[in-house]
């Protein structure tokens, strides 16, 4: 069955300083993979996303994501957090024949201080 | 273009009550799907949509219908509201592929007592 793991419920960095949010999947063949956030009481911002191709992935908002076939893993990175980066983020999975389904991770709830 | 837009915002009700949640598209997208968002638990389908006439079950549909009369509208039901429905409902809609992004709603914030 297919998945997506996010181990990291909650995590806490100092502006300024870089940030790596981790995310897992199991699945037989070549996923689809995303990263969304959502700002507290907002709806949901696509800032990424993975199908093919380059393995490094450049999104909005100075985050990018790497895709590591051997690892199982879409780990997001930013090198330089900023106050309002303050958000939940969700790794989400879409692949084979779900025609769009989306498989949601748990979330990672991420906290700045100043 | 508006996007995908949901109605109502909050929305409070008593166990037993009925309800339907408003979501609308104007990209011409197929695919619309219904999420709910609890803690701790990401976002998980209800139903889902192919298009007009086309429905399914996603993981958590119990409790739940839909219908896709038109490409524009999905509405989601609740015929007998259940304490255990309380959550936050996100509505998407995107192409009907893979590969393109999912586009969602603000989401309506429901509670049952």
């Known amino acids: 069955a297919q998945s997506v793991t996010q181990p990291d419920i909650h995590i806490t960095v100092s502006e300024g300083a870089s940030l790596e949010l981790r995310c897992n999947y199991s699945y037989g063949a070549t996923p689809y993979l995303f990263w969304y956030v959502q700002s507290p009481g907002q709806g949901l911002q696509l800032l990424l996303k993975?199908?093919?191709?380059?393995?490094l992935v450049q999104g909005i908002k100075g985050f990018e994501a790497e895709f590591k076939r051997s690892q199982s893993s879409f780990n997001l990175r930013k090198p330089s957090v900023h106050w309002s980066d303050a958000a939940e983020y969700f790794c989400?999975?879409?692949?084979?024949?779900?025609?769009?389904?989306?498989?949601f991770g748990q979330g990672t709830i991420l906290t700045v201080h100043p | 273009n508006a996007g995908v837009t949901q109605t109502p915002k909050f929305q409070v009700l008593k166990t037993g009550q009925s309800m339907t949640l408003q979501c609308a598209q104007d990209?011409?997208?197929?695919?619309m799907s219904w999420y709910r968002q609890d803690p701790g638990m990401g976002l998980r389908l209800i139903h889902y949509s192919v298009g007009a006439g086309i429905t399914d079950q996603g993981e958590v549909p119990n409790g739940y219908n839909v219908s896709r009369s038109t490409t524009e509208d999905f509405p989601l039901r609740l015929l007998s509201a259940a304490p255990s429905q309380t959550s936050v409902y996100f509505c998407a809609s995107s192409y009907r592929t893979d590969s393109n992004e999912q586009f969602f709603g603000p989401g309506t914030r429901l509670t049952v007592l």
């Open positions: 993975y199908f093919s191709g380059d393995t």
């Open positions: 989400v999975f879409a692949g084979g024949t779900s025609y769009g389904k989306l498989t």
């Open positions: 990209m011409n997208h197929e695919y």
